[in-house]
T-cell receptor, first 120, second 114 residues
Framework: DTAVSQTPKYLVTQMGNDKSIKCEQNLGHDTMYWYKQDSKKFLKIMFSYNNKELIINETVPNRFSPKSPDKAHLNLHINSLELGDSAVYFC???????????????????FGPGTRLTVL | GNSVTQMEGPVTLSEEAFLTINCTYTATGYPSLFWYVQYPGEGLQLLLKATKADDKGSNKGFEATYRKETTSFHLEKGSVQVSDSAVYFCALISRDFGNEKLTFGTGTRLTIIP
């Protein structure tokens, strides 16, 4: 019973192609994320969706377009792939907690196994 | 903005040695602090967390205490095992709605030799 799953695990493709990575979570969370891990293991957030609404977009090129058909899914589509897109992409999810006094916060994020994208 | 600075690796220790991986942070407000671990070829797993000052997170023999006065969250383990070999990431999450992203340190690769 996988909590956060991603497909495919490995993706090898040519420069200029368009590809998609899928992510699904069965934790009942309302917030999902995409992170990129470069060759030096540095992790950086790309996008965040809360209840299918985009709430974080970290200066990612327009070639990257996330799509959230429902709360349990957040897919990442990449157009015109470039060599520099080669990385491991991680999906994650968490639950927002809204406080009676106002405001909200999220807590632990649970990560998928990652998709290793290699652009040739 | 938020940032996390952690000890440069790689770190190599003998089995049963004492481990410390330093982590300091800068953040607005009162962030939650985390240690994640990435075993070879796998995704990130939450190792432990602390959500307020003086909280101690612990799991699998690892501990870290949220020190607001020194803005630190150092990871410690009294006796490491070969199976602890992995990359360890310190991270924080701010509590501003619309800015609740995890900010990671650069990761510390730990290798334990028998």
């Amino acid at each position: 019973d996988t909590a956060v799953s991603q497909t495919p695990k490995y993706l090898v493709t040519q420069m200029g192609n368009d590809k998609s990575i899928k992510c699904e979570q069965n934790l009942g969370h309302d917030t999902m994320y995409w992170y990129k891990q470069d060759s030096k293991k540095f992790l950086k957030i790309m996008f965040s969706y809360n209840n299918k609404e985009l709430i974080i977009n970290e200066t990612v090129p327009n070639r990257f377009s996330p799509k959230s058909p429902d709360k349990a899914h957040l897919n990442l589509h990449i157009n015109s792939l470039e060599l520099g897109d080669s990385a491991v992409y991680f999906c994650a999810s968490s639950q927002w907690h809204r406080f009676l006094a106002g405001g909200a916060s999220t807590d632990t994020q649970y990560f998928g196994p990652g998709t290793r994208l290699t652009v040739l | 903005g938020n940032s996390v600075t952690q000890m440069e690796g790689p770190v190599t220790l003998s089995e049963e040695a004492f481990l410390t991986i330093n982590c300091t942070y800068t953040a607005t407000g009162y962030p939650s602090l985390f240690w994640y671990v990435q075993y070879p070829g796998e995704g990130l797993q939450l190792l432990l967390k602390a959500t307020k000052a003086d909280d101690k997170g612990s799991n699998k023999g690892f501990e870290a205490t949220y020190r607001k006065e020194t803005t630190s969250f150092h990871l410690e383990k009294g006796s490491v095992q070969v199976s602890d070999s992995a990359v360890y990431f310190c991270a924080l999450i701010s509590r501003d709605f619309g800015n609740e992203k995890l900010t990671f340190g650069t990761g510390t690769r730990l290798t334990i030799i028998p």
